[in-house]
């Protein structure tokens, strides 16, 4: 069974940092496109960042690039998003999830999420 | 950055009674649509995939449609299970982005 458990949210001021993790398991996870995907309290899916099943191709949200970085090791089955600069709008839950084998771009698992609030 | 728009934002119905959803793409995304559902507190369920593909263990009830830049979500009749938030999204042109959602509800 294909399992995803994101980890490390939290409440964070304004300019700070944090990194989620996600730990996967029940599937071969180096052979996979991963995804972080967000969504606002009360609001709809943002597509944040997808990372190559080698980390050698990583694309990002225009609203994040430059602030957030996705990567992953493949040793440890685990995903993360280092996430800097952080700001008000960042508040949501941050979900990993896992691209189709053959299908880039089409997450077909998700975790439970991990929600990151913003705030002073 | 391909904007998408479904419609209507709610919709209001009964257990048994067929349900419509629309997404409209701001600019052709070819075949690459799919439709999540999401209940509260819950993550996102992949439903169907590339217009008109039911992903694995997705009930026949449920079928999409469309193509182009105007795409359909059929649900014939409605389970007391399929009240939830239906999301269309596209993987034709990045970013990856997804539709502000229709709210399905029980009347």
């Known amino acids: 069974e294909v399992q995803l458990v994101e980890s490390g949210g939290g409440l964070v001021q304004p300019g700070g940092s944090l990194r989620l993790s996600c730990s996967a398991s029940g599937f071969t996870f180096s052979k996979y496109w991963m995804n972080w995907v967000r969504q606002a309290p009360g609001k709809g899916l943002e597509w944040v960042a997808n990372?190559?099943?080698?980390?050698?191709?990583?694309d990002y949200v225009d609203s994040v690039n430059g602030r957030f970085t996705i990567s992953r090791d493949n040793a440890k089955n685990s995903l993360y998003l280092q996430m800097n600069g952080l700001r008000a709008e960042d508040t949501a839950v941050y979900y990993c999830?896992?691209?189709?084998?053959?299908?880039?771009?089409?997450?077909?698992?998700w975790g439970q999420g991990t929600l990151v609030t913003v705030s002073s | 950055e391909t904007v998408l728009t479904q419609s209507p934002a709610t919709l209001s119905l009964s257990p048994g009674e067929r349900a419509t959803l629309s997404c409209r793409a701001s600019?052709?995304?070819?075949?690459?649509l799919a439709w999540y559902q999401q209940k509260p507190g819950q993550a996102p369920r992949l439903l169907i995939y590339d217009i008109s593909n039911r992903a694995t263990g997705i009930p026949a009830r449920f079928s999409g449609s469309g193509s182009g830049t105007d795409f359909t979500l059929t649900i014939s009749s409605l389970e007391p299970e399929d009240f939830a938030v239906y999301y269309c999204?596209?993987?034709?042109?990045?970013?990856?982005?997804f539709g502000p959602g229709t709210k399905v509800d029980i009347k």
């Open positions: 999204q596209q993987r034709s042109k990045r970013p990856f982005t």
């Open positions: 999830a896992r691209d189709d084998y053959r299908l880039l771009g089409l997450p077909d698992s």
């Open positions: 990372i190559k099943q080698d980390g050698s191709a990583k």
């Open positions: 600019q052709s995304v070819s075949n690459y």
